[in-house]
């Protein structure tokens, strides 16, 4: 049986940072439909979950013949990486460092260059414009995917939840994207990478600690303990870099 | 070969932003896993600092970037 311990941040983490990355891609889906129209940019974007489709299923049970301590030392640093490096750019928005990543400029450049690319037609297809549609949902679904796989793979019945998780997000934003028909500006980019970055690194520091032979103390309900303790460390660093930049030269 | 080039730089993106910070992650997991079994130290002490070096290496790459960005 699955703890919550594990299941509930799993499902959330997947939820969260897929929902994250898919407000992205609806982003660039919405440009091409808006300025090429909406036969290349729904057919480049099924094209694209097809293929992410290939892969999981390649991909999934490829996993389960590794051992498991490797798989958890392998992704477990891999989320580390992948999760602090949203942290440190969430920490980093969030105190002003570097700017913070706007959905309706994104929208705006890619529909200008859109409008300046010439059309190139390959059996009545504008190529370029399913080339846009379909990079942007592989681009942002291999993340997704990425954190679904290392997010279920490394425990027995998580793949359920993270999986459900990534599924809801996709739910609610094509939900969204059919509703509004412009880009979802609104959602809080920063403060949902700002809490994945913390419950994926929280993830990968117990993983690759698991997969390395160590012992945590409290066992899975560390896991809860280290979404404290980077939660706790990041807020801090909001605050402590946001009062280096404000002081006076 | 471009688009191959594009791909593998893209997916290297995925994981790494910020040279230093993968490398100074990758190094502690390495003594995680090769010095940490032969420390006298038990219990979940070194997990424990597992955790801490993360901190402390995520602590540094910041104040270094706000540091090297500041105004």
Same mark, same amino acid.
């Given at each position: 049986?699955?703890?919550?311990?594990?299941? !509930?941040?799993?499902?959330?983490?997947?939820?969260?940072?897929?929902?994250?990355?898919?407000?992205?891609?609806?982003?660039?889906?919405?440009?091409? !439909?808006?300025?090429?129209?909406?036969?290349?940019?729904?057919?480049?974007?099924?094209?694209?979950?097809?293929?992410?489709?290939?892969?999981?299923?390649?991909?999934?049970?490829?996993?389960?013949?590794?051992?498991?301590?490797?798989?958890?030392?392998?992704? !477990?640093?891999?989320?580390?990486?992948?999760?602090?490096?949203?942290?440190?750019?969430?920490?980093?928005?969030?105190?002003?460092?570097?700017?913070?990543?706007?959905?309706?400029?994104?929208?705006?450049?890619?529909?200008?260059?859109?409008?300046?690319?010439?059309?190139?037609?390959?059996?009545?297809?504008?190529?370029?414009?399913?080339?846009?549609?379909?990079?942007?949902?592989?681009?942002?679904?291999?993340?997704?995917?990425?954190?679904?796989?290392?997010?279920?793979?490394?425990?027995?019945?998580?793949?359920?939840?993270?999986?459900?998780?990534?599924?809801?997000?996709?739910?609610?934003?094509?939900?969204?994207?059919?509703?509004?028909?412009?880009?979802?500006?609104?959602?809080?980019?920063?403060?949902?990478?700002?809490?994945? !970055?913390?419950?994926?690194?929280?993830?990968?520091?117990?993983?690759?600690?698991?997969?390395?032979?160590?012992?945590?103390?409290?066992?899975?309900?560390?896991?809860?303990?280290?979404?404290?303790?980077?939660?706790?460390?990041?807020?801090?660093?909001?605050?402590?870099?946001?009062?280096?930049?404000?002081?006076?030269? | 070969?471009?688009?191959?080039?594009?791909?593998?730089?893209?997916?290297?993106?995925?994981?790494?932003?910020?040279?230093?910070?993968?490398?100074?992650?990758?190094?502690?997991?390495?003594?995680?896993?090769?010095?940490?079994?032969?420390?006298?130290?038990?219990?979940?002490?070194?997990?424990?600092?597992?955790?801490?070096?993360?901190?402390?290496?995520?602590?540094?790459?910041?104040?270094?970037?706000?540091?090297?960005?500041?105004?």
């Amino acid at each position: 049986m699955i703890g919550w311990a594990h299941a !509930g941040p799993s499902l959330l983490a997947a939820f969260l940072a897929s929902l994250v990355e898919f407000v992205e891609a609806l982003t660039v889906v919405l440009a091409v !439909g808006t300025v090429r129209g909406w036969r290349p940019a729904l057919a480049g974007a099924g094209l694209g979950l097809a293929t992410l489709g290939i892969l999981v299923v390649a991909l999934g049970p490829a996993l389960a013949r590794i051992p498991l301590a490797t798989v958890q030392l392998v992704v !477990g640093t891999l989320l580390l990486l992948f999760g602090l490096r949203w942290l440190r750019k969430a920490i980093l928005r969030a105190a002003g460092i570097i700017p913070l990543h706007d959905e309706t400029v994104a929208y705006a450049a890619e529909t200008d260059l859109l409008s300046h690319s010439p059309r190139r037609l390959l059996a009545g297809w504008d190529t370029v414009a399913v080339g846009a549609s379909f990079k942007i949902v592989m681009l942002e679904g291999i993340e997704v995917v990425f954190i679904v796989i290392a997010v279920g793979a490394v425990g027995q019945g998580l793949l359920v939840p993270a999986g459900l998780g990534a599924a809801a997000a996709l739910l609610v934003v094509v939900a969204l994207g059919i509703a509004l028909h412009r880009p979802l500006a609104r959602i809080p980019e920063n403060a949902l990478k700002f809490l994945v !970055g913390v419950l994926l690194s929280a993830f990968g520091a117990f993983w690759a600690g698991e997969g390395a032979g160590l012992a945590w103390p409290g066992e899975d309900w560390s896991i809860l303990g280290l979404i404290a303790g980077f939660l706790a460390l990041a807020l801090s660093m909001v605050a402590f870099c946001r009062g280096r930049t404000e002081r006076p030269a | 070969m471009t688009w191959l080039t594009g791909a593998a730089r893209e997916l290297l993106g995925l994981f790494v932003d910020d040279g230093s910070l993968a490398v100074a992650v990758l190094a502690w997991i390495a003594a995680a896993v090769l010095v940490f079994p032969r420390l006298p130290i038990g219990g979940g002490w070194l997990a424990v600092a597992l955790f801490l070096g993360l901190a402390l290496i995520l602590v540094e790459n910041l104040l270094r970037t706000a540091r090297r960005r500041r105004p």
